[in-house]
C-alpha cells in the first residue's frame, strides 16, 4: 500500500490545518505521520492502527488528532498551529508493534511529504 500526503501550505500561527492521506488500496496496516522540520531530523506525530485505536506524540497531544473516515483515507488535525509545527509532514503505513511505533524503521512504505509552514 503507498501512501501519499497532502494538504500542507502557508498558515498562520493559532490557524488549524488537515492532512490527508491517501491509500492505494485497503490495508490492515498501521498508518502514522512523521514529520522533518528544517534542519532536524524526522521525527513520529502519531498513528492509527487498522482498527482506529489512535497514538500521539506526548507533546502534541491536545493539539493533533489523527482520525480515518474510511480504509483508504486518513487525516492528521492539526489545531493551534505554531512555528515550530513547520515541517515536511509524512504519512506510512507499516506493521510496527507498540514499542516501535514511533520509529522510521517500522515503516515500509512511505509517501512524498507534504509542506506546512506556520509563520508567527
Known amino acids: 500500500v503507498q501512501p501519499q500526503a497532502s494538504g500542507g501550505g502557508l498558515v498562520q500561527a493559532g490557524d488549524s490545518l488537515r492532512l490527508s492521506c491517501v491509500l492505494s488500496?485497503?490495508?490492515?496496516?498501521?498508518i502514522a505521520w512523521f514529520r522533518q522540520p528544517p534542519g532536524k531530523e524526522r521525527e513520529f506525530v502519531g498513528a492509527?492502527?487498522?482498527?482506529?485505536?489512535t497514538f500521539v506524540r506526548d507533546s502534541l497531544k491536545g493539539r493533533f488528532t489523527i482520525s480515518r473516515d474510511s480504509a483508504e483515507m486518513v487525516y492528521l488535525q492539526m489545531n493551534s498551529l505554531k512555528p515550530e509545527d513547520t515541517a515536511v509532514y509524512y504519512c506510512?503505513?507499516?506493521?510496527?508493534?507498540?514499542?516501535?511505533?514511533?520509529?522510521?524503521?517500522?515503516?515500509?512504505?512511505w509517501g512524498q511529504g507534504t509542506q506546512v509552514t506556520v509563520s508567527s
Open positions: 506510512a503505513s507499516g506493521r510496527p508493534i507498540t514499542s516501535t511505533m514511533q520509529s522510521d524503521q517500522a515503516y515500509s512504505n
Open positions: 492509527i492502527r487498522w482498527y482506529s485505536v
Open positions: 488500496g485497503r490495508t490492515s496496516d498501521t
